[in-house]
């Protein structure tokens, strides 16, 4: 059986959302701020997160899997669904549930900056920076985690749990 045990509740994730909201706020004040979820995980972070900025954004999804030959060093990422804003000239915001070992968001990076944007910086509400292997620097971070697997607020595990309004870590009896 599943165990679910809590990470951050409602309050908490709020909490956090209102401290990024602010400084993404304050940063982006007299740019072209175009905000790109990463699909799927990213939607609620992203709906909540919009509703506290104090600018105006553009918004867009990015679609992002990874396939590999077992070992985690030898995962490739491929875009399964591309942005559609033309982003030449603005300011990307890439907006991350979690980033684990940063392989998918480095790749997203990349894939957006040889779209000629103005910059390029990375959004994410969870960071388990201690399984990362690749340089991602993460620029907006919410909360930091140990390992483990988290699920809700958009974290699925086999695609169920994101339902959930608050985050936990997810353990098998
Ligand atoms: P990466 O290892 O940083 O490339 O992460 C790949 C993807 O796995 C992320 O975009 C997340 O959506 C997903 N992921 C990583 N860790 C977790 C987790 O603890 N719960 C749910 N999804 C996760």
Known sequence: ???????????????VITG???NISFDYRS?????????KGAFVFLADLIRHLTIDVEI????????GAGTVSSEQVRITSDITIDVAGKDVLVVED???????LGFI???LAAKAPNSVRIC????????????????????????GFLVGYGLDHAERYRQLPAIYHLKSE
């Open 31 to 39: 740019k072209n701020l175009v905000l790109i979820g990463v699909l």
């Open 20 to 22: 990024i909201a602010e």
């Open 109 to 111: 990076r990349d894939h």
């Open 124 to 147: 994410a509400l969870l960071d388990k920076h201690e399984r990362r292997q690749k340089n991602t620097y993460v620029d907006y971070v919410g909360h930091g985690v140990q390992e």
């Open 60 to 67: 867009d999804f990015i679609g992002a899997a990874s396939y």
């Open 1 to 15: 059986m599943p165990i679910l045990s809590p990470v951050l509740n409602k309050d908490e994730i709020e909490a």
């Open 98 to 104: 979690i980033v684990d070992t940063g392989l998918t």
